[in-house]
């Protein structure tokens, strides 16, 4: 009983910490371009000045 009285506030504490988490990357603007970012990583860049390295 002893272990639950210590282990909700820790929970609890862990659960508020990522709840600010979210709203300061939301804030921060993290979740604008959802689509560019899956997008991106479709477009090919051939650089052909770029020497091909090993």
Do not use: E, K, N, Y
Request: glycine share 10%.
């Amino acid at each position: 009983m002893t272990s639950l009285a210590l282990l909700i506030p820790i929970a609890l504490g862990m659960g508020l910490i990522g709840l600010v988490a979210f709203f300061w990357a939301l804030r921060r603007g993290q979740f604008v371009d959802l689509d560019g970012a899956a997008a991106r990583i479709l477009i090919d860049d051939d650089d052909d000045d770029r020497p091909d390295q090993p």
